[in-house]
Each structure stands twice: as C-alpha cells, then as structure tokens.
C-alpha cells in the first residue's frame, strides 16, 4: 500500500513541486496552506509522514507538531528557514523526528523521508529472543516497536524509538554524538550535534524516573551516551 504524506507550506509553489516529486515516487499526497487546515486534515485523514513548515498563518508550525504529538506518533519533518536555530530546536522540543532548512534539495527531502520509513518497519528478522528486550521494568519490543514502563505504555517518536533500540540493543557501548547522527539517521547528516542531545533529553523524560540520575540512558562526559549493562 503507498505511504501517504501531509504537505504542510503557505508557499503553493513548494506545495506543488513537493506533490509533483513524491507522487512520481509512488507517494500519496495531501496539502495544507496553514496551521488550522493541517490540524482538520490530521484529524479527519491518517498519514504515514508529515512534512510542516514552521512559518504558517495563524497556528504556526511549532504547535501544530505539539498539537499532533498529544494524540500521534506519526513522524514529523519539520522546515525551517535558513539560519533559523531557534526554530529548529523548538521543533525537536515538540516532537518533530527531523528538520530541513529552506531552500531544500528535492533529493534529499526524498532521502530523509525513505530514511524514516525504513526505520520504522518492524523487524521480523530479528531473532524471537531479541524481540523483545526487558531492563529492570522497561520493555521494549523491536517487531511491534513498542515500549511498557512499569506496566504503563510510553508513547515515542520514530525517532525516540530508534535511539531506544540502537542503545539498549548495544548495551554498555558507548556512541558519540556522530555516530548516533550516522547511525539512527541514516543518511549524510548536516545537522548540529544538539539534534541528538534533545532527542536523548525527551528520551529520559519519557522512560527514566530521575533525569538527574538516569538508569537507563547513561552519559560518557566528552565521549557521548550509552545505555546501562548492569541488569
């Protein structure tokens, strides 16, 4: 079945030219000029991906994704202008898995948009006794990839996720911040480094009860993050 993605730009240029080369690859679209529209279209339709401008009238970019991430996991690449730190992190706050500063590459607004998808197919390859990983009270399961803390669900991004099981599958190796970019990204990231470091920080919100004193996801002072080996 094709993926469907939300287009969400006030420039109708970048909306037509977005639809014209996702479709030729096989994507499904739809479109929204604005905050307001793309939440109604979020709520009446389900999409696969969302790609949303920051810079919209009325409801900016910002609170749509906070808006989105209250009732959705669905991945989110976030657009933003050129130089525009604020807004990126922001972005990554809220929830967005990615972000890409205007103008944009069509290529690779395709590359980063297969990278997502292909990280967030389950993986039925994976021995029985890996699919499903317990630490203490934290499961996770890679096939259905899903995750329980204390019996309760904890709702992550694709993202989120993929740090989750790239650190607790390795557990006690320790990746730089490179690495994590390289790895979980999948592609030739350009990002800065603190793309990883706020995914990691909503990480532990979402799975450690002390952030000041994690269990879970440890830090290697100027090396990088690793996941505990002490059962």
Not at 71 to 94: F, H
Not at 125 to 148: A, F, G
Not at 168 to 174: C, F, L, N, P, Q
Request: aromatic share 8%.
């Amino acid at each position: 079945m094709a993926r469907k993605i939300l287009l969400v730009d006030d420039e109708p240029l970048i909306l037509k030219g977005l639809k014209y080369s996702l479709e030729q690859d096989g994507y499904l679209t739809d479109s929204a000029m604005d905050g307001e529209e793309a939440l109604a279209k979020f709520e009446s339709g389900e999409y696969d991906l969302i790609l949303l401008d920051v810079m919209l009238p009325g409801v900016d970019g910002i609170e749509v994704c906070q808006r989105i991430r209250e009732k959705s996991n669905v991945p989110i690449i976030m657009l933003t202008a050129k130089g525009e730190d604020m807004d990126k992190i922001l972005g990554l706050e809220y929830g967005a898995d990615d972000y890409m500063t205007k103008p944009f590459n069509i290529l690779e607004v395709k590359a980063r948009i297969k990278s997502i998808f292909r990280r967030s197919q389950p993986q039925g390859e994976l021995q029985e006794e890996k699919r499903i990983i317990r630490v203490h009270d934290l499961e996770v399961n890679c096939q259905s990839r899903t995750v329980v803390l204390g019996g309760q669900p904890v709702r992550l991004t694709a993202k989120e996720f993929d740090l989750l099981q790239l650190l607790i599958t390795h557990r006690g190796k320790v990746y730089s911040r490179e690495a994590l970019l390289e790895t979980v990204w999948k592609y030739d990231y350009m990002g800065d480094m603190r793309t990883v470091d706020v995914h990691i920080r909503r990480l532990r919100e979402k799975i450690e009860r002390d952030n000041a004193g994690p269990e879970f996801i440890l830090t290697k002072w100027g090396v990088g993050y690793y996941f505990t080996d002490k059962d």
